[in-house]
């Protein structure tokens, strides 16, 4: 199928012909000279004479070339373009806040990997998390990490690579060694204020019990649910444990039923990439792209086909007049 950009320039086509007919042709009065070879002058110029004058006039071809060499440029003008067939892609797209506890407890040795060697807490949260922002081509990531206090380590953005690393630099304690969920989840509620985006997932990994936050998580919970944002909860560690290694599994419960999310345990890589498996269906969305069409521009075409009405115009005016020289020697 074929369309032009720029479809109203073609109503410049008629405008040679319309100058012709409704402006005046020019007339002046000049000095004449006689010249010897008055009468090639004439034949070369396709005019007829009359006794003691001389009309001025084009031969036909030159105005059938000059019009289509004026027709050809202002389709080019319009842009053609060839569009090809019809595409629409469904597609995944959220905005998924990631927020890592980074409090004392994530630097112990007790975290088993996919050999089942056991390796630091936030070593095997960066292994799957890494690889999960990978995947995250149709979505916006951003990440918050937490301790005592919470910060904002990457604002929602597409640029995966630069999240990865940030994430992948991370290091336990580096905002405090006790753990404010409360506070992380507050934090994420503020930056997505600024989505435009309906669907917002917020996935909080944690392996500690709020211990001091200034926002109640639970209260935190409520806003987001306010807001529009499912809070998915992962707590690993071990529930039983006492103070920093305890982990609050019925606080992270209720924050994900009050979201209308999901809560899961995770106890070793395994299974903590399925977590975030899960979570991906889960929370999934599809959304319709608009329908696309590859386009191939055209312009070159009447462009170049205007140049070669041009010099075959020329050549042929050119030998037209050595025909009528040697006709005359």
Do not use: C
């Amino acid at each position: 199928m074929i369309v032009f950009k720029h479809l109203w320039l073609l109503a410049l086509l008629p405008l040679p012909l319309l100058v012709y007919w409704l402006l005046p042709a020019l007339r002046q009065r000049a000095l004449a000279i006689r010249i010897p070879f008055f009468n090639l002058a004439a034949e070369v110029s396709g005019a007829r004479v009359g006794a003691g004058s001389q009309v001025f006039g084009k031969p036909l071809w030159d105005i059938v070339a000059g019009l289509l060499i004026w027709g050809l440029l202002v389709l080019a003008l319009a842009e053609p373009v060839k569009l090809g067939a019809p595409v629409q892609e469904k597609v995944i797209s959220r905005d998924i806040m990631l927020a890592i506890d980074l409090s004392g407890s994530m630097d112990e040795q007790d975290f088993p990997d996919a050999s089942g060697v056991k390796i630091q807490r936030l070593q095997a949260v960066k292994n799957v998390v890494s690889q999960y922002i990978r995947e995250r081509s149709e979505d916006r990531i951003g990440l918050i990490v937490f301790g005592t206090r919470a910060y904002l380590q990457v604002p929602f953005t597409q640029d995966l690579a630069s999240a990865e690393e940030i994430l992948r630099e991370s290091a336990v304690s580096i905002a405090g060694p006790h753990t404010a969920i409360g506070d992380a989840i507050g934090l994420a509620i503020k930056h997505f204020e600024s989505s435009q985006v309906e669907d917002r997932v917020l996935i909080l990994l944690t392996d500690g019990a709020d211990t001091g936050s200034r926002m109640s998580p639970l209260n935190a919970a409520h806003i987001a649910a306010e807001d529009g944002v499912k809070i998915f909860t992962i707590g690993i560690g071990d529930e039983n444990g006492e103070g920093q290694y305890r982990v609050d599994f019925d606080t992270l419960r209720k924050i994900a039923k009050i979201t209308d999310a999901a809560f899961y345990s995770a106890q070793d890589a395994d299974a903590l990439s399925q977590v975030y498996a899960e979570i991906d269906q889960v929370a999934a969305t599809t959304s319709e792209k608009p329908v696309q069409r590859s386009e191939q521009a055209l312009l070159v075409y009447p462009l170049v086909a205007a140049l070669g009405m041009f010099i075959l115009s020329f050549f042929i005016s050119f030998i037209r007049v050595l025909m009528l020289e040697r006709n005359h020697v």
